[in-house]
Each structure stands twice: as C-alpha cells, then as structure tokens.
C-alpha cells in the first residue's frame, strides 16, 4: 500500500509527467482525427480481438489504425488519457469518424442492428 502511494507520487512529482500526458493526448487525439477507424486495444484481450476482425474484415478499405496499448511504454498514459476522454477504461476503446463508440459490445450490438455501415460510411 504504501509502495503504491510512493510510486503515484514519484509519478505526479516526476519533470516528465505532464510533457508525458500531453504527448498521449496528441497521439490519441491525432489518431482519432486522421482515421476512419481508430482501435485502442490490448494484443491478447479476447474483446480487442473480436473487435478487430470484425472491424478489419468488413472494411478492409477504409483507413484504420491499431494501436496495442501492452505493447507500447506509453500504453498507460494512453489509456488514462482515453478515460479522461471517454469515461472508459477499458479496451478495445473504438473510434468511428472521430466518434466514439465504445468497446466490442458496442460494435457487435451496432453490427446486429444494421447500424455499422451506416456510421463508418458516413
Ligand atoms: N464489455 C467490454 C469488455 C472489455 C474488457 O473487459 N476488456 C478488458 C481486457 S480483455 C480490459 O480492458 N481490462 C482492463 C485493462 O486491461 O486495463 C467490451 O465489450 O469491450
């Protein structure tokens, strides 16, 4: 416990925290804007995974970027940056036309209602 206290705030005292928050908020910012699909994810999330095939599969053509929150040094602020967005923590977080969307829930459910097309062709 107390380790976990001293180490949010070696975090929030370190010179490279706000330049690091700031970097993931442009990422995740420039991401969204210059994507009809942005997929915010984790490599081994069974969600995450779904989500991409589906996304992958019915528009190859459109543009999409996949970024593996597990696999990067700046996964966590990215991620905390998402939910400061989003109110969501949780991956796969999902951007269509600078919209969000939520996680594969979201995505299954707008496939099932005809609604996806719609959304990523718009
Ligand atoms: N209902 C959500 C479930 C997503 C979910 O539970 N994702 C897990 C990873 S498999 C998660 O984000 N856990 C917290 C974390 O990795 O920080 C969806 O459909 O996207």
Redesign the pocket.
Known sequence: MLSHLYRSFAIWVSPTFPRKVMAAKDLVENTIASNKIAIFS?S?????K??KALLTSEFPEETTEILE??ERGDGSEI?DYLLQKTGQ?????IFINQKHI???????GLKEQGKLTVLVKA
Request: proline share 9%.
């Open positions: 984790k081994y999330c069974p969600y995450c779904r989500a929150l597990d991620q923590r949780t991956v796969p977080n939520g996680g594969c829930d979201s995505v299954v």
